[in-house]
C-alpha cells in the first residue's frame, strides 16, 4: 500500500518561509518524479514545484521560481521542500504527489494559512 506522508504547513506569516516534508511508503520512491500542488477552493490543483526521479530535473511555478528549492533523499524516501518571501495569496492545501509512468499517488493534503 502506497502512502505519501506530509509534514509542515500550518500558520505562517507574509514574508516568512514555507517548509514542507513529505515521507513516501510502498513504492520505488527513487524512479518517482515527486511534486507539491496546491489547491484553493474553487479552483484545480496546480503545480507548485517537482523533481524528478533518477536525477531528474526540477521544475518550478513561474511565481516560485527565484523563491522555491526542493530537494530529495532518496536513501529516506523523502522530499522536502522550501519556498521563502511567502505571500498571503499562497494559502491552500498543499497536496504532496508522486508520478512514474501511469502510477500517480497524492497525500491527503496538508493546510498553509499565510496571515499575520
Known amino acids: 500500500q502506497v502512502q505519501l506522508v506530509e509534514s509542515g504547513g500550518g500558520l505562517v506569516q507574509p514574508g516568512d518561509s514555507l517548509r514542507l516534508s513529505c515521507t513516501a511508503s510502498?513504492?520505488?520512491?527513487?524512479?518517482?518524479?515527486m511534486g507539491w500542488y496546491r489547491q484553493t477552493p474553487g479552483k484545480e490543483r496546480e503545480l507548485v514545484a517537482e523533481?524528478?526521479?533518477?536525477?531528474?530535473?526540477?521544475k518550478f511555478a513561474g511565481s516560485v521560481e527565484g523563491r522555491g528549492a526542493i530537494s530529495r533523499d532518496d536513501s529516506k524516501n523523502r522530499m522536502d521542500f522550501v519556498m521563502n518571501n511567502i505571500e498571503s495569496g499562497e494559502s491552500g492545501v498543499y497536496y504532496c504527489?508522486?508520478?512514474?509512468?501511469?502510477?500517480?499517488?497524492w497525500g491527503q493534503g496538508t493546510q498553509v494559512t499565510v496571515s499575520s
Open positions: 504527489h508522486a508520478i512514474y509512468g501511469s502510477s500517480e499517488y
Open positions: 510502498g513504492l520505488l520512491f527513487r524512479f518517482y518524479t
Open positions: 523533481i524528478g526521479g533518477l536525477g531528474g530535473p526540477e
